[in-house]
């Protein structure tokens, strides 16, 4: 089994080997929710951090938006597709590309390159196979790093007691 997904997500303990590099105020820390609350205050902040002049961006977060939900499998026709497509240059390649996002139109929802799955969201039953890690591991991030993670932690906990109330009826 692969554990690089659990041990990428292990923020704390990420954080804190980084610590061991760089000093607290080389990090940005953002809770990924306020991307879609108030996308143009992330981005002023981002910019803020790097010492950027301010841009104006086109934030249009209705389109292009990459939700777990919407995710497709790449058929093997995809796969061959995408391939071809990175071989191609960036200057043919550019122009086609900004075509048909201006329209909207992703070719790798197209069936033959594609196709859907069934989406499982994170239920209480997940929760309980690592929810203690996860209250942590979000602990140490915010021990380490000042950031307010209470409401990260209240809702795990919740969802790993409604799992283990209904284990002891």
Same mark, same amino acid.
């Given at each position: 089994m692969d554990d690089s997904l659990r041990v990428d997500s292990l923020y704390g303990s990420s954080m804190k080997n980084w610590l061991e590099h760089f000093d607290? =105020? &080389?990090?940005?820390?953002? =809770? #990924? *929710?306020?991307m879609r609350s108030e996308p143009m205050v992330v981005v002023r902040k981002v910019e803020d951090f790097l010492g950027i002049e301010e841009w104006d961006y086109a934030v249009n977060m209705d389109r292009h938006a990459n939700a777990a939900s919407s995710n497709r499998k790449t058929t093997p026709v995809g796969a061959l597709v995408m391939f071809g497509f990175s071989l191609v240059p960036k200057f043919v390649k550019s122009p086609i590309v900004k075509f048909l996002q201006r329209r909207d139109w992703n070719i790798y929802r197209l069936p033959v390159l594609s196709i859907e799955e069934e989406y499982v969201p994170l239920g209480d039953l997940h929760y309980s196979v690592c929810g203690e890690e996860l209250c942590e591991e979000v602990s140490l991030f915010g021990s380490l790093t000042g950031f307010d993670h209470s409401d990260w932690e209240s809702e795990i906990r919740? &969802? /790993? +007691? #409604? /799992? *283990? +109330? =209904?284990r002891s009826e």
């Open positions: 607290l =105020d &080389r990090f940005v820390i953002i =809770d #990924s *929710s306020r919740t &969802r /790993v +007691g #409604s /799992v *283990s +109330g =209904d």
